[in-house]
């Protein structure tokens, strides 16, 4: 509870230090214009207020911003002369080079702290995906409670003791009620179609109803109990692992999109989702809607955190996670997990940006 109300707090000062650095950037924008309309070549002794000013309130946000600049005592002297010069004060803050790797965590950042942000870790192999995300699990499950898709079957035998439960995916309910992010007119079938997955396999999942129906009238029970995920899940701590070793690799796209799905109904999630995914975030031929519908997803998976295991393909995606790591074998990892080593990624030309 209490790192919860320590989290959003945390939100509420990011919001309110956005919100302060684009006033006072927009409020210093407007003072340089009106120095601009008195001449821009010839400083004269009325300008040096108005100039002061917008150097001012430009620092102040750069400070907001956390982004102090060395170069800016240089563009403030300059400006007497030709006031917009002021304003490249801001092209790093604004612009990113096409070749920068994604930012890394901090070295001193624990898996806990990560695990309430939306990570991507880019594996080589499906084989690694799988045994990754149960040493995430394990780890990770000491202290907060756990969802495990589980591709390989093997998660089982490396939970000994640690608290945890083992089900089907029709053991659980999958249905998902809820809008799927702006798109108010798409239904999940055209969602998981658009993802590439191939609908006989959901339909394998979900049965009794037609998946054709809105989103918000999606309640598909997959057994006579209809247990709910987080009922499943172990209390207070421990995993649950859905084992999907018996299905194919379609299959298993499928559950672990619609376990993400579910994921996103509560409002207030107190567990964590670990989930090897191939369908949809690396599928190159996504339609438009579907990529900001995917964004959303994790936008909204971010709130109490989410380890999404892929390939590199799915690099395409990297902006859109809190952080984004790789299975390496490099020589300083940021944390070893069971002979796992996870480095920050290396993204663009292959520099990697501490």
């Known amino acids: 509870m209490l790192e919860r109300t320590l989290r959003r707090i945390e939100n509420l000062n990011e919001n309110l230090r956005r919100i302060s650095f684009s006033i006072l950037i927009l409020v ?3 003072s340089i214009l009106a120095e601009t309309s008195r001449g821009i070549l010839i400083p004269d002794s009325k300008r040096v207020y108005g100039i002061s000013l917008a150097g001012l309130l430009m620092y102040l946000a750069l400070i907001i911003g956390k982004n102090r600049r060395s170069f800016f005592p240089i563009f403030f002297v300059l400006s007497f002369f030709f006031p917009p010069i002021l304003m490249l004060t801001l092209i790093p803050f604004r612009i990113r080079r096409k070749d920068e790797a994604y930012r890394a965590p901090a070295k001193g950042m624990d898996l806990l702290s990560a695990s309430y942000g939306s990570n991507l870790v880019i594996c080589k192999s499906v084989r690694i995906m799988s ?4 040493s995430l699990a394990i780890e990770i499950s000491k202290r907060r409670r756990v969802i495990l898709v589980d591709w390989s079957g093997e998660a089982s035998k490396r939970f000994r003791d640690i608290e945890h439960r083992i089900a089907s995916p029709s053991d659980i309910w999958l249905g998902y009620k809820g809008i799927l992010g702006s798109s108010y007119d798409l239904t999940l079938s055209e969602l998981l179609s658009y993802f590439g997955v191939d609908q006989s396999a959901i339909l394998n999942v979900i049965r009794k109803r037609d998946i054709r129906s809105p989103v918000d009238d999606i309640l598909l029970p997959l057994s006579e109990e209809h247990v709910r995920i987080d009922e ?3 209390k207070p701590g421990g995993a649950l692992i859905i084992d999907l070793s018996k299905l194919n690799a379609r299959g298993k796209n499928a559950i672990s999109l619609m376990v993400l799905l579910q994921c996103l109904a509560y409002d207030d999630r107190d567990f964590l989702v670990i ?3 191939l369908s949809p ?7 438009g809607k579907v990529r900001d519908e995917i964004k959303w997803i994790i936008s909204s998976l971010s709130k109490s955190g989410c380890f999404i295991l892929s390939t590199h393909e799915a690099s395409q ?3 859109e996670f809190d952080t984004v790591l790789e299975c390496d074998s490099c020589a300083t990892p940021i944390y070893r997990l069971n002979g796992f080593r996870l480095c920050p990624w290396i993204g663009g030309k292959g520099k990697r940006l501490f």
């Open 28 to 30: 210093a924008t407007l």
């Open 131 to 134: 045994s990754l995300a149960t």
């Open 232 to 234: 499943a899940l172990p």
């Open 275 to 277: 989930s090897p995914l």
């Open 281 to 287: 975030i690396t599928d190159e031929r996504l339609h």
């Open 317 to 319: 995606f990297s902006d």
